[in-house]
């Protein structure tokens, strides 16, 4: 008999789905699924992550149908469920950090673990072991009909591993047998099992990312939201350049914005004139970079008066020289071999996000590890365009975070508020004094502010220096300080007050800015010694000896402007 499940109210459906009708419980999911996104979205602004926090939902309300007592409230209970996970995700972190193979536990060990619904492991355990089989007739039609859904998606997920790596993968997973227990079984070493589950869990959640970013374009052409979008970056690239890249993509994003501002006052509230970070021994080209991004690029943002959103996928190791690298590391073949990015995803949201705004975006390492920025995006081709470093190229979507050094960060401006030039100041000198005192958390083992000079005089004298990164680390120095002079200068001419503490703002910036000035020519001697990129002779005796001269030199500058920028700041 033909049934209308469309004119059905959702009492009867839930009690058709407890009878065994399927098509009952497909027509409640086809019935609320767009409710919940819409309620999960209006949560999270976020299309992506509302389109996670549903999936999650449903598993959720999977494993718990049990609790549904009245079969009248499936959309308030279901709307329960979604707020929850929602409110759960906001609070977690966005990047879900990889665990390394010695982290491979028996999960039926742990019945009490705490639930995480972006863990693989976790994920499977409880498909595996929290619920029914799909064909235990005493299940739910609902139950079983999810849970098939899901292990079909797991069933294609597990078609990249080769069939010894599915047979192991599927024995610990889904099985729950031991390392131990499978190599007695396979006849394998605990070692070989080891390396073989490992290494089928980075096969699978790459075909997890992968078949996420697909779903997430889909679900796009499914709402009739596919674009190409280009912003004019024609105004914006033609502007100054620092050698800081951060800062001078910082600049040309603030363009986009109608405000209208110098580089030397993008260097000077963000912090960037007044950094120095100095790996120790060789003066590695890492040292100018090695800061928390997010923290650091947000607070000088947010001196300058943005707020931004960001999301970080940065690994806690020092990468190599790209300079030195073989140059077909940074090709687009060599990308397509590394792993797709698991912040990826999230990444696009916010791209698209913020260029459908009319803002680009900052980026990191696509082309080299520097700074570059996002200004567009063609969803049928699935190519972003950015600008890095003077050069302009289309990237594959799944090729960011795919660099030389698979890190992957994203910076975009969410709401602009009004500039207050005391309030900037102030907060621009207390990011400039923690670093210059060694205040900022370490990141890597660079030294940070004066304590760097020393380390950069030691790496003279121990002879190991690597040129290109010393060279760098020079010519960027050089650049970041004429900058500060710069900013310093502006400060002076624009201040406004008559007060005694405004003029004596105005007069000890002047002071500063004569330091800095100092400092920038002494910094462009060492930059004629060495220059960027052939690097020179830093480990030469006699050069060696003249640039430890400049340094001392310099160093002993920087403490007469910080105690000068010390007093600023009391003035304030």
Known sequence: MFVKWDEMEDEMLVRESRNGRQEAFGELVRRHRAKVYDYAQSITQEAFLAEDIVQEALVRAFLNLGSLVDSARFLPWLHRIVRNQAYTKLRSSSVTRERVASGLVRLGDDEAREENWHDLDYILYRLSRATPPVDDQRANPEERLIRQELLDMISGMLRCLKPRERIVFESHFFDQLSPQEIARLFHLTDANVYQILSRSRKKVIQERVRVVVDDYVKSRKDRNNMKKVMLNPSEATQQGYSWTSAATIMHKMITFTGREVSLPTVMGYSGHAFR?????????????????????????????????????????????????????????????????????????????????????????????????????????????????????????????????????????????????????????????????????????????????????????????????????????????????????????????????????????????????????????????????????????????????????????????????????????
């Open 276 to 572: 120095i970070n100095i790996i120790p021994e060789n003066v590695h080209i890492a040292g100018p970079t090695c800061f928390y991004f997010d923290r650091n690029l947000s607070q000088g943002m947010r001196n300058l008066g943005f707020e931004t959103c960001v999301i970080v996928g940065i690994k806690p190791v020092m990468g190599p020289n790209a300079n030195l690298a073989d140059p077909g590391q940074l090709t687009s073949a060599a990308k397509a071999k590394r792993e797709i990015h698991q912040a990826l995803p999230e990444a696009l949201e916010l791209i698209h996000r913020s260029l459908d705004r009319g803002l680009p975006v900052m980026t990191w390492d696509t082309f080299i590890p520097e700074f570059g920025m996002i200004y567009g995006y063609d969803d049928e081709q699935r190519l972003l365009t950015v600008h890095e470093c003077g050069k302009d190229d289309a990237v594959p979507y799944e090729h960011l975070g795919r660099g030389i050094l698979e890190d992957l960060f994203v910076l975009a401006i969410e709401s602009q508020n009004e500039f207050d030039e005391r309030s900037a100041l102030r907060g621009a000198l207390e990011m400039i004094l923690d670093h210059y005192q060694g205040g900022e958390e370490q990141c890597m083992n660079a030294v940070q502010g004066l304590s760097a000079y020393s380390v950069w005089i030691d790496a003279f004298r121990g002879g190991k220096i690597e040129p290109n990164g010393n060279a760098y680390n020079t010519v960027l120095l050089w650049d970041a300080r004429r900058n500060a002079a710069a900013f310093l200068h502006e400060v002076a001419d624009t201040w406004a007050g008559e007060t005694p503490s405004d003029g004596h703002v105005r007069e000890l910036s002047r002071t500063a800015a004569a330091t800095y000035t100092q400092i920038a020519e002494q910094f462009q001697e060492l930059h004629q010694m060495f220059p960027f990129p052939m690097g020179g002779e830093p480990n030469d005796p006699a050069r060696a000896e003249r640039s430890i001269q400049i340094l001392q030199s310099v160093h002993a500058l920087e403490v007469q402007a910080v105690a000068t920028l010390e007093q600023m700041y009391e003035a304030l």
